[in-house]
T-cell receptor, first 113, second 116 residues
Framework: AQSVTQLGSHVSVSEGALVLLRCNYS??????LFWYVQYPNQGLQLLLK??????LVKGINGFEAEFKKSETSFHLTKPSAHMSDAAEYFC???????????FGKGTTLSVSS | ETGVTQSPTHLIKTRGQQVTLRCSSQ?????VSWYQQALGQGPQFIFQ???????GRGNFPPRFSGLQFPNYSSELNVNALELDDSALYLC???????????????FGPGTRLTVL
């Protein structure tokens, strides 16, 4: 069975600081991994995805994530936080592209000025 | 290119009633997945439809059912509503089912269902 654990339900950073949101996965087969962002009262927007090509994945809005098989991790980073990055972030895994996504419980990112 | 749309945006029902939620997939997408997102939780997979056939189901009871139409739009039906069914219901569409690494799911804005 597949699962995702997001460490830290709430992360607070100052504007301009590094953003690091943690995601660890469990999968018996090579996984496909995703990060989605959800703004208040909206649906989910895809930030980036890992599909067994390059282990360092670049996404939208300056975010990137690195797939580390040895650590079963797919942490999301951004060098410099912006106020507009404040949102809920979800990590998700699937064993086959296009099939059911298994989501973590989410991490709320707060950015202060 | 039109994205995924859902209707209605908000809905209030009472326990025991039935509800139908609707989703229009993104142009060129033939696969629709439905998710339930309870308050403060990540989305949970309900089921997926591919070319009008159910193509996978999560751990939800049979009172959750769905349809996909020839134009690939979809409905989610929930019978005998319970208080715990209160949630944001998200629809996601993708180009095809499990045949390409480009099968990313694109989400609509969701329908907020409140059961009283």
């Amino acid at each position: 069975a597949q699962s995702v654990t997001q460490l830290g339900s709430h992360v607070s950073v100052s504007e301009g600081a590094l953003v690091l949101l943690r995601c660890n996965y469990s999968s018996s087969v090579p996984p496909y991994l995703f990060w989605y962002v959800q703004y208040p009262n909206q649906g989910l927007q895809l930030l980036l995805k890992y599909t067994s090509a390059a282990t360092l994945v670049k996404g939208i809005n300056g975010f990137e994530a690195e797939f580390k098989k040895s650590e079963t991790s797919f942490h999301l980073t951004k060098p410099s936080a912006h106020m507009s990055d404040a949102a809920e972030y979800f990590c998700a895994v699937t064993h086959q592209a296009g099939t059911a996504l298994i989501f973590g419980k989410g991490t709320t990112l707060s950015v202060s000025s | 290119e039109t994205g995924v749309t859902q209707s209605p945006t908000h809905l209030i029902k009472t326990r025991g009633q039935q509800v139908t939620l609707r989703c229009s997939s993104q142009s060129g997408h033939n696969t629709v997945s439905w998710y339930q997102q309870a308050l403060g939780q990540g989305p949970q997979f309900i089921f997926q439809y591919y070319r009008e056939e159910e193509n996978g189901r999560g751990n939800f009871p049979p009172r959750f059912s769905g349809l996909q139409f020839p134009n690939y739009s979809s409905e989610l039906n929930v019978n005998a509503l319970e208080l715990d069914d209160s949630a944001l219901y998200l629809c996601a569409s993708s180009p095809n089912s499990g045949t390409s690494i480009t099968d990313t799911q694109y989400f609509g804005p969701g329908t907020r269902l409140t059961v009283l």
